[in-house]
Each structure stands twice: as C-alpha cells, then as structure tokens.
C-alpha cells in the first residue's frame, strides 16, 4: 500500500534552507565558479625561412623555428571555448624576421652573430651584403631570405589528470595595446560533450576601496603537483579603466602590488580576479615586478564584443553550481550525487572531484544536514482511511440523490389516489313529521404528502346507511297529507283510519 509520508523536519529544512541557497554567495569557496574555466596559455610563433644561398653554388636552406612569444592565464567565457586573456601572452612585437635572419646565418654559415632580435654586422663584406638583404625581406624583391611566420597557441585546461597535449587556439581579436584583452577559439578538439566549464562575468568593478578580491591562475603547466595558484587581494583607490586599477592592503601589513607582480612574472598574466560578493569575474591582472595592477570586466566585455564572442553559461555550470549549492549549505547527502553528475558531464572537472570526495566522506554526519530527511520522528499516516471516506461519502450521495427521485416521481401518484370525499351519515334521528333525513356530505381532507421512508396512512372511507322511505299517507275526508304519527287530521280534525 502506498503511504504518504509528512516529515515536519524535512519541510521546516527545506523551507529554511530553501532561501539560504538562492541567496548563498559560497562565502566559503569563493573561487569554485571561477577555478575550472581557468586555462593556461603558451604561445609560440612558429617561422619557416628559406636561405638562398648563392654566396658559393646556389642553394635553398630551409630551416624551421619556433619562438616563444608570452605564456598567461586564460578565462574561458562560453561552452564553445572562447577564452580572453591578455594580449602579451599571446603576441609580441619583437622582430621574429630578424631573429630568424641572425639563427639561419649562424647555423648554415656559422657567422659568429648573437641569436637575438637585434640586427649585426658580420667582418666578410659579401656575407654580411647577404644579412642585410636578409633582413629587408619585407621591401626588397632581392632578398635572400623566405620567411612565413604563423603563431601556434596552445590551451592547457584545468582537468585531472592533467592533460600534457592541450589543444590548439587561434586568435579572434587581439587588443590595442600588450596589455588589453585579446580574444582566442580553439581549432582544435576541446574536451566535454556539453562543453567547457565557463566562468560567470560580474556587472561592473566594486567602487568602495579596500573590497576583497581574490586572483587564481597558473604558475606553469597544469599538473598534479602544480593546481591553481590562489592569493587574496584588496582593490585600490580609483576605476578600472585601461591602464588599469591598483591594489592595497588596507592594513598596511602587504605589498600587494610586488607580490602579485611576482605572481604575475610567474605566469598569471591574465589571472582572472575574483568578487568577494558572488564569486563573479570582476577583472584580469596585469603589470608585472613590483606594479600589479587590473583591469575591470568592463574592458573584458568590450573586447568580447568586438571579437562577436558571446559569453554565456552552459548545462554543465548549471549542474556545477547546484552543487555547489549544496555543498556549502553542508547538505552532503544531496551534494555527492549533484557532483557525480557533473563529472558524468564533464570527466575530470577537479573542483567536483574534490568536492565529491569531502561530501561522500561527510555524507550522514553529525554536520550533514540531508540526514534530517530521514529523521525518526516523521509521522507516516495510512492511506486508507481517507479511500474510505471518500467512497462512504460517496455512496451517501447516491443513495440520497434516488430517494429523492423516487419521492418526486411517486408523489403526484398519491395525490391522485386519495378519496376527495367522505360520507358520514346523520346520527340524529329523523324527523316526527316524516320529512327524509337529512343526510350530511363533507369534503375530505387532503392528507400530506409524506417522505418515502415514513409510513403511508392510509384513508378511511365511512359507508352511507341505507335509507329508509317512510309511507305517506292523507286524510280520507279532506285529503291533507299526514304524518307517520298523526291520530287526526291536522286540517279538518277527521280521524285517521287505522
């Protein structure tokens, strides 16, 4: 049989809990929205150049290199792989041409030049006439170098077990200057059937001073011994326009800008900064050294919306911060299933992982609050009485619904039937001067109509007496009618006859 089942512990929980978890700003874990979507960054130029040597016979010397240009931190912004970073991490304005030049004469001609972006001179006049024309591959159709350039930016994503490969990105849109956002899609596979874990953008920059953020990022390539660095800093005083906001320990008891610079010279160019109040994107680092410094998601979203890259949410951040919910409201019991759906979605989110081991570990502690769903005291009432009544009540209505049809449908019947009218004879007796007794005749009265579940009375009918005729006589001497008693005629006084 089926029971419904009431718990006054379950439903005082959900009603209590039930805001908490729509207001909650994981004010223990203020970088778990964040943390996965960030990404680590290398870009390398990749340069193809052809010497034509005709210094001794003439030859084609092809040689290939590849240059780092800038490593960083990533932001993914939307299910597909759109990433933002800086533009630094991802472009230089080095010479890569003049570079190119000194590394293939000093490896085919061994000229003693330094490998570097600068232009030499070499002592033999008709090799360093060939450098020179080298260099002016650009304006002269008489060089002797070949030289295609092609950047190569990898994408390493925050998954455990580290992926070593990455996958490949290009870029959309670069900035107006090394340190504005650029934006970057992958050409390449990108791990998650519903797509990359994606960081929530905030609205705007926090304008008090001293507001609490938090940065996250990469000291190099994602390992298990190297997670995501994660520091806490203070916003300065000032915007967040391009050249950037500074930070400022209001206890004085921190530089933050040189250890954040530190950081930044380490590999979190771009590190996304954090919002104490919901744990929202509020900008990305830049600088470097001992100047440390932000720009606000206002720059951010200029730059998507130049490269027409949408920043959106997916399914797998939906199901990630349901959990996240439960999680930090310590309902352990809700929190290890909501997990295990997100790495069934995304396999290797660490975040999740780490999460589901600590609420399968707690999970049915004292400091779980799903327990209580299953609290002893819940009152478990039968179904069965309510069936019950509901059928008693029921059959109530149709025996009351027949009588009533019955008693309209016989009622007139009744009425038809009745007597209207009852003889009662005289009981006086007839009159001494032989006149016929008056016999009386009364309406019957009309018997109301009764319910059907009372009994019928029934009328009572009163025959008439048979009346009798007394005989009529007269006077034999005037012919006047006498009466039953009369000795004399009453008229001329002649005495009746016997």
């Known amino acids: 049989m089926r029971r419904l089942t009431v718990s006054v512990v379950t439903v005082a929980v959900v009603l209590v809990s039930t805001p908490l978890a729509m207001a909650h700003e994981h004010p223990s874990g203020i970088t778990d929205l964040v943390t996965p979507a960030v990404v680590r960054v290398e870009a390398t130029a990749k340069i193809d150049i052809t010497l034509l040597d005709h210094v001794g016979e003439l030859l084609h010397v092809q040689r290939s290199y590849e240059v780092p240009i800038g490593t960083g931190t990533g932001i993914v912004v939307n299910p597909d792989g759109g990433i933002v970073t800086l533009t630094q991490a991802v472009n230089t304005d080095k010479p890569l041409d003049i570079y190119a030049g000194n590394r293939i004469f000093a490896d085919y001609h061994k000229a003693k030049i330094p490998v570097d972006f600068n232009r030499h001179e070499v002592e033999d006049e008709t090799l360093n006439h060939h450098l020179e024309l080298c260099y002016a591959h650009k304006t002269s159709d008489k060089s002797t170098c070949l030289i295609d350039i092609k950047p190569d930016i990898t994408v390493f994503p925050n998954i455990s077990p580290a992926d070593g490969r990455g996958f490949k990105a290009e870029v959309v849109k670069l900035g107006d200057s090394p340190q504005s956002p650029a934006v970057l899609r992958p050409t390449s596979r990108a791990d998650g059937g519903v797509g990359l874990p994606t960081a929530p953008l905030a609205d705007k920059v ?147 992982a780490a999460h589901l081991k600590e609420s399968l570990a707690k999970k049915g502690s004292a400091e779980d609050i799903g327990v209580r769903k299953a609290a002893p005291e819940s009152t478990t009432i039968p179904l ?7 059928a008693a009540l029921l059959a109530i209505a149709l025996v009351v619904g027949l009588l009533v049809w019955w008693r309209r449908r016989t009622g007139p019947e009744e009425e038809e039937e009745a007597p209207a009218l009852v003889s009662v004879p005289s009981s006086s007796p007839p009159p001494e001067d032989g006149a016929s007794p008056t016999v009386m005749h009364r309406r019957s009265p009309t018997f109301p109509g009764v319910t059907p579940h009372q009994p019928q009375p029934q009328p009572v009918l009163t025959a008439q007496q048979p009346q009798v005729q007394p005989q009529v006589k007269f006077c034999v001497s005037c012919g006047m009618k006498l009466g039953p008693a009369h000795r004399f005629c009453g008229y001329c006084g002649h005495p009746i006859e016997t």
């Open 206 to 352: 926090p304008d008090k001073a001293g507001a609490p953020t938090s940065v996250t990022g990469f000291l190099g390539r994602p390992a298990p011994n190297r997670p995501p660095k994660i520091d806490i800093a203070h916003l300065g005083q000032g915007g967040a326009g391009e050249g950037g906001r500074t930070f400022a320990d209001p206890k004085k008891k921190v530089n933050e800008p040189v250890k954040l610079g530190k950081l930044i010279d380490q590999g979190m160019l771009g590190a996304p900064v954090i919002g104490d109040k919901d744990g929202h994107v509020i900008g990305m680092l830049i600088g470097g050294g001992n100047d440390a410094r932000m720009i606000g998601v206002r720059e951010i979203t200029s730059a998507l919306a130049a490269a027409k890259v949408a920043p959106r949410r997916g399914p797998l951040d939906a199901a990630f911060e349901a959990a996240l919910t439960r999680f930090h409201t310590k309902n352990y019991t809700d929190a290890a299933p909501a997990f295990q759906r997100v790495l069934d979605l995304y396999p290797g989110q660490p975040v999740a």
């Open 384 to 390: 069965w009485p309510f069936i019950a009544a509901a």
